[in-house]
């Protein structure tokens, strides 16, 4: 967040176009560092959870594989969220938290009491926090053309 924040604030600061340029480099950049990411966990977490964590620990790893995902999109979308703030849209910043926080709680209350199954609650909440990074990277990508347009920049988002 801090390096997206660094290359696009004094583009921001000096009214300058570029911010959906930097957007999509940082993004295309963590996009790759995360799929290593997803991976690791996707493989590593089934695989060492018992003799990382203990026997009784086992099942965790398989958790820990139905949340790589998630995860990795957590890495790749919070520094383009995070630009929503100095571009001035921090109220559609809290609604879109906000909604993605009651759709994954709703999805665990709901899938948890249907299935009485943690991984099938996972699975459908993991399902369901990856989806929510959806409107999050469109809303980045949206207020940094936004700003790129009010500043004379290019008139699409990439």
Do not use: C
């Not at 590593?44 to 026997?55: D, E, M, R, S, Y």
């Not at 995070?82 to 759709?103: C, H, I, N, Y």
């Not at 990508?141 to 790129?148: K, V």
């Amino acid at each position: 967040m801090q390096v997206t924040l660094g290359a696009v604030a004094p583009l921001i600061r000096e009214g300058n176009p570029g911010v959906t340029k930097k957007l999509r480099e940082q993004t295309l950049r963590l996009t790759a560092f995360s799929i290593l990411v997803v991976a690791s966990l996707a493989v590593g977490g089934p695989l060492l959870a018992g003799p990382v964590l203990g026997p009784e620990w086992v099942d965790a790893g398989v958790l820990i594989a139905v949340f790589a995902l998630p995860l990795g999109l957590m890495l790749v979308a919070l520094p383009g969220t995070t630009l929503l703030v100095p571009l001035g849209k921090e109220r559609l910043l809290m609604m879109l938290q906000s909604a993605r926080l009651v759709a994954i709680v709703v999805t665990f209350l709901i899938a948890g009491s249907l299935t009485n199954s943690i991984l099938v609650t996972s699975i459908f909440a993991s399902i369901t926090w990856v989806l929510a990074y959806i409107p999050l990277m469109i809303a980045a990508f949206a207020a940094s053309a936004e700003h790129d347009r009010d500043q004379g920049g290019p008139q699409r988002a990439g």
